[in-house]
């Protein structure tokens, strides 16, 4: 644990770098799961006496402050997670920041205004990242790395601020890296990888990849029509990425040549507009008419799915089937969710990643218990799955010399 690692942090300002960027709807959270997974860590470090100060980002502001991006909702719910008042700062390094941090007692915890509001964190430019990290690091005695969904990122809070301060892993990376580690290097077999999600050109890398490892590709959600039209299917007014349709059928080919099945949908749930309930009606994949778009894979294909994932000893589920945050395009990705719900039961390893699919099984009221695994990274965990370097874990492997002692 980070403790482990950093040594007694009692009296010592621990700058905890966690990802709380949830989904809000105006200022409520609709699913806290990120929050959840960052509280262990926090509070292990508070219990053993330091003074916690935590920094994160909320969705992607131009590195100024804009309201609706303020971490301020999530400092709520992170203080009744934990039982204990957290201290809102109003800036990030600036005087509210630095206020805020001189006032804490040991064991207390602070949240700082979301760390993208200055332009210094996600800056491509070496030295200006850096010199935002001199201010962060100026906050505090020793860094904590715990935001798993942010590791793939380069940035001032996630990487340089390692290089400046004792630093450890978080215990929910280590988890984190830990499962996806059991994925890449020896999955039991079948493997079966389940994609999701609106674009296509997302998920070039991590497809790939898995063309030489997963023995099964179940492809739904938005991305689904490009691969579609790529079979020379009509996709009607559904998404459609046309440049990636030689992508697509390179990736059909390749599929057939290496022996990996690829299964796609069979029927779909389409509508006359986005989100129109009202005109829900179910088609064949090869006959979507000119009029409408598919909003979510359909009852048969759900079957098809299922009974795909029947076996298998390895999963990993990443995007939503469908539009599933309304009910008559949820059924697809239902379906899903279902089937790995009982790779446990057979021994199994079923692993959900990405925020949105991770919403979406907590949203459609699964209980997160019947899965191996809900991973709070989205591109963090396709990276990974990739065989991509991330920068906030190399960094943190670079440097041996991280005690708080000597
Ligand atoms: C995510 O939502 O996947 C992480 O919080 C990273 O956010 P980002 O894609 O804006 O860097």
Redesign the pocket.
């Known amino acids: 644990t980070a403790t482990d690692t950093l040594g007694d942090v009692r009296g010592k300002r621990v700058l905890v770098r966690s990802?709380l960027?949830v989904p809000l709807d105006g200022t409520t959270i609709t699913d806290d799961g990120?929050i959840r997974a960052s509280v262990p860590t926090i509070k292990a470090l508070a219990d053993a006496g330091a003074r916690v100060v935590v920094t994160a980002?909320l969705?992607?502001p131009k590195g100024a402050p804009e309201d609706r991006y303020s971490l301020a909702p999530v400092a709520a719910r992170l203080g009744e997670l934990l039982g204990a008042p957290v201290a809102f700062a109003t800036d990030t390094v600036g005087e509210s920041a630095q206020g805020v941090v001189a006032g804490l007692a040991d064991g207390q915890v602070a949240l700082l205004e979301n760390v993208r509001f200055n332009a210094g964190e996600t800056s491509k430019d070496d030295a200006e990242r850096g010199a935002f990290a001199d201010q962060l690091a100026a906050l505090a005695d020793a860094f904590v790395s715990d935001?798993f969904?942010?590791v793939h990122?380069k940035q001032a809070s996630v990487y340089d601020v390692a290089q400046r301060l004792p630093h450890a892993m978080g215990n929910l990376v280590a988890t984190e890296i830990d499962v996806l580690r059991r994925l890449t290097e020896t999955p039991e077999r079948p493997y079966v990888v389940v994609l999701g999600g609106s674009k296509v050109s997302d998920k070039l890398g991590v497809i790939d990849n898995l063309l030489g490892k997963a023995d099964k590709l179940l492809i739904g959600g938005g991305m689904v029509f490009t691969f579609l039209k790529a079979q020379g299917h009509e996709v009607g007014k559904s998404l459609l990425e046309e440049d990636q349709i030689p992508v697509c059928l390179e990736y059909l080919k390749r599929a057939a040549d290496t022996g990996v099945e690829i299964i796609l949908p069979t029927d779909i749930v389409v509508a006359d507009s986005f989100g129109d309930e009202a005109s829900a009606r179910v088609v064949a994949a090869d006959a979507i008419p000119a009029e409408s778009l598919g909003l979510d894979i359909g009852p048969e294909s759900g079957k098809a799915f299922a009974a795909a994932l029947a076996d298998a000893k390895t999963v990993f589920w990443n995007g939503p089937m469908g539009v599933f945050e309304q009910a008559a395009f949820a059924e697809g990705t239902r379906a899903v969710a279902e089937a790995l719900t009982k790779t446990g039961d057979l021994g199994g390893l079923s692993v959900v990643g990405?925020?949105d699919s991770a919403a979406a099984v907590r949203t459609l009221g699964f209980d997160e218990a019947a899965f191996g695994h809900i991973s709070t990274?989205?591109?963090?965990s396709l990276e990974y799955l990739e065989g991509k370097e991330l920068p906030g874990i190399t960094v943190l492997e670079a440097r041996t010399d991280s005690g708080l002692e000597g």
């Open positions: 990802d960027n990120r980002h969705g992607r935001g969904g942010v990122r990405g925020g990274g989205g591109g963090a």
